[in-house]
């Protein structure tokens, strides 16, 4: 069975712009949650979306937001990017059900970099 | 608030045992997980705990858990120069169990 798949791996944009990250779950998983790492805050959580709703979300701005389409892929978005966006953006699925499940699956991340 | 530690770095000889530990704030953790980190790679989950539970084998790998003082730890037998990694503490509670709080994570090197 495939993995959790995300595109692209790697990603320079330029202050200002915004940012469209994909993700694909593993066959089968409904949920798709989004993480942030970078070196200074580690390891923090966006939001998380089941059944094409957003189920929870994190601490961050709202220039970040993202969408789960009916076949469960997922994007998430980033708009007016700032120096402090550059991260490595981790995308995570589980089969999930009328609750959440705590068994989550990563991808291998996007590389952002802002200029 | 929800709050995850961990040390930064653990260095060990290959064959030994490795100890990771982690303390975590949350009462309400229901769900406790290890996850390992590879360079250039996302998080490989390797194990989980309840919080109902004190302890959890998989082959080489040994989670204690110590409810009372909110204390995990992670054993690693027999360690490999394959096993080095960054290893990462971390919890959520039943009620928001896919909002993954994370320590800042273990660096563990491999002497030979």
């Keep these: ?115 | 608030g929800e709050d995850v530690e961990q040390s930064l770095f653990l260095s060990v000889r290959e064959g030994d045992s490795s100890v990771i530990n982690c303390t975590y704030t949350d009462s309400s953790s229901t769900y406790l997980y290890w996850y390992k980190q590879e360079p250039g790679a996302g998080l490989q989950l390797l194990t989980y705990i309840f919080s109902n539970m004190d302890m959890k084998q998989d082959q080489r790998l040994t989670v204690l858990l110590n409810k009372k003082d909110k204390h995990l730890s992670l054993r690693i037998a027999d360690t490999q120069t394959g096993d080095s990694a960054i290893y990462f503490c971390a919890e959520s509670s039943y009620s928001s169990a896919s909002k993954i709080i994370f320590g800042s994570g273990t660096r563990l090197s491999i002497r030979p």
């Design chain 1, 1 to 115: 069975k495939a993995g959790v798949t995300q595109t692209p791996r790697y990603l320079i944009k330029t202050r200002g712009q915004q940012v469209t990250l994909s993700c694909s779950p593993i066959s089968g998983h409904r949920s798709v949650s989004w993480y942030q790492q970078t070196p200074g805050q580690g390891l923090q959580f966006l939001f998380e979306y089941f059944s094409e709703t957003q189920r929870n979300k994190g601490n961050f701005p709202g220039r970040f937001s993202g969408r789960q389409f009916s076949n469960s892929r997922s994007e998430m978005n980033v708009s007016t990017l700032e120096l402090g966006d550059s991260a490595l953006y981790l995308c995570a699925s589980s089969i999930a059900s009328d609750r959440a499940s705590y068994e989550q699956y990563f991808g291998p991340g996007t590389r952002l970099t802002v200029t």
